[in-house]
């Protein structure tokens, strides 16, 4: 019972400091995805309107549960890789900006 109480009390204060490290981060993604992303995907990740009238809303909403339910591997791929229309935007990120780009869009899903 004092184990498991000392592994609570372990995890909530690496949640409680790693929490600003996290929100830094979707903050330095916000920078790349308003560079790369926004013209596409919007400001809120529901999709950019006149776009979504070409490649459809399904295709640009990034907040919906479907993208939410995804692995993280499987949405850095689609990140770095494109899928479909999607351009390869990733290829140019370390996969430190890749990763602050995926926090930052699940971040708008919040």
């Not at 330095?28 to 459809?56: E, Q, R, T, W």
């Amino acid at each position: 019972m004092e184990k498991l109480s000392w592994l609570i009390l372990v995890l909530s204060l690496e949640i409680i400091l790693l929490s600003p490290l996290w929100a830094a981060e979707a903050k330095d993604g916000k920078a790349i995805y308003d560079k790369l992303c926004i013209s596409c995907h919007g400001a809120d990740g529901k999709g950019n309107p006149a776009m979504s009238k070409v490649f459809g809303e399904k295709a640009l909403n990034i907040v919906t549960k479907e993208t939410a339910q995804k692995k993280d591997d499987e949405a850095l791929k689609v990140i770095t890789e494109g899928r479909g229309k999607m351009p390869a935007s990733g290829k140019g990120l370390s996969k430190s900006e890749q990763k602050q780009v995926l926090e930052y869009v699940r971040s708008l899903a919040k």
